[in-house]
């Protein structure tokens, strides 16, 4: 059974930086694609960044240029560079990884990490 655990959320002031980290653990057979999303209070989830299996990156408009999303496929682990960090950043970040779980079975799975606060203060 894969599990997300995310780490690395806190309390920065406007123009800090922050890294988050999610780590998978268990097997997948394969991984689609591995992203963040945020939800921020009053507010629906929304994709902050996401990698795609073949290498392609996509990133919401509100962050381009100040957030960087890696991975180390090795590891199962997404990372999040976050810098110059505005207020309105301020939310809980998600990890989510999409994919199959078994060679026999066609299905793509959806994982949720269970979310680490990121507070961006003025």
């Known amino acids: 059974q894969v599990q997300l655990v995310e780490s690395g959320g806190g309390l920065v002031q406007a123009g800090g930086s922050l890294r988050l980290s999610c780590a998978a653990s268990?097997?997948?057979?394969?991984?689609?694609?591995m992203g963040w999303y945020r939800q921020a209070p009053g507010k629906q989830r929304e994709l902050v960044a996401v990698?795609?299996?073949?290498?392609?990156?996509n990133y919401a408009d509100s962050v381009k240029g100040r957030f960087t999303i890696s991975r180390d496929n090795a590891k199962n682990t997404v990372f999040l560079q976050m810098n110059s960090l505005k207020p309105e950043d301020t939310a809980v970040y998600y990890c989510?990884?999409?994919?199959?779980?078994?060679?026999?079975?066609?299905?793509?799975?959806?994982?949720w990490g269970q979310g680490t606060q990121v507070t961006v203060s003025s």
């Open positions: 268990g097997s997948m057979f394969s991984i689609d694609a």
């Open positions: 990698v795609i299996s073949g290498g392609s990156i």
């Open positions: 989510n990884i999409n994919g199959r779980r078994e060679r026999t079975d066609w299905r793509i799975y959806t994982y």
